[in-house]
């Protein structure tokens, strides 16, 4: 597919556990952004790369969350110890030049 | 803080009229706006951008309008469909206290289209 993927679309976790979220952008992308989306809210930017080089953690809302990108294709965003409050939609974006493209999202419900 | 925010929640529209989303800002020295339209169980989607030497800029069926004086933009929807339906933001491309640009959005305006 040209689009940015993202899975999984929805992840279950209990309390206390670690998810990883991945995110596939359009070959070629340089940057590839996170944000998170609570309902009813507009996305917020969590972290920034530039092919492999994460430039901008600083959305990152705690020392739980972690992402990288070791090759500067595809990302992975990692939440540990998760809480109710990490419950939202994951988004990355990827771009070339000033328009960022979005995947779909991964819904995070944490009970 | 600097933000970027909408003034109504909820915009209903009968088909075929023309939809008007207003947007207001607070960050005078912002240089680029963008408009997304976000679809239930899907992400933004890219509708039309602006930048600040500019007070027009129009594509299909869309027209943004930009106030830098009342700080303020618009994004006009022409002859709404119902395809239209959905939540739009307005976001600011701004650049952030690590010299960094990324999106800032406001919590959207959701545009029921009725047939």
């Known amino acids: 597919g040209a689009g940015v993927s993202q899975s999984p679309r929805y992840k279950v976790a209990k309390r206390g556990q670690d998810v990883a979220l991945r995110c596939d952008p359009i070959s070629g992308h340089v940057s590839l952004f996170w944000y998170q989306q609570a309902l009813g809210q507009g996305p917020e930017f969590l972290t920034y790369?530039?092919?492999?080089?994460?430039?901008?953690k600083s959305g990152l809302p705690s020392d739980r969350f972690f992402a990288e990108r070791p090759e500067g294709s595809v990302s992975t965003l990692k939440i540990q110890r998760t809480q109710q409050e990490d419950s939202a939609v994951y988004l990355c974006?990827?771009?070339?030049?000033?328009?960022?493209?979005f995947g779909p999202g991964t819904r995070l419900t944490v009970l | 803080g600097e933000s970027v925010g909408l003034h109504l929640p909820t915009l209903s529209v009968q088909e075929g009229d023309n939809s008007i989303i207003n947007c207001a800002y607070s960050?005078?020295?912002?240089?680029?706006f963008i408009w997304y339209k976000q679809e239930s169980g899907k992400g933004p989607q890219f509708i039309i951008d602006i930048r600040s030497n500019m007070d027009k800029r129009q594509g299909q069926r869309v027209t943004v309008l930009l106030n830098k004086t009342v700080k303020h933009l618009s994004l006009q929807i022409a002859a709404t469909q119902p395809g239209d339906s959905a939540v739009y933001f307005c976001a600011e491309n701004m650049e952030r206290s690590t010299g960094r640009r990324a999106l800032t959005f406001g919590s959207g305006t959701r545009l029921q289209v009725q047939p």
């Open positions: 974006a990827s771009s070339l030049a000033n328009e960022q493209f």
């Open positions: 790369f530039q092919n492999e080089a994460q430039l901008d």
């Open positions: 960050n005078s020295a912002s240089d680029y």
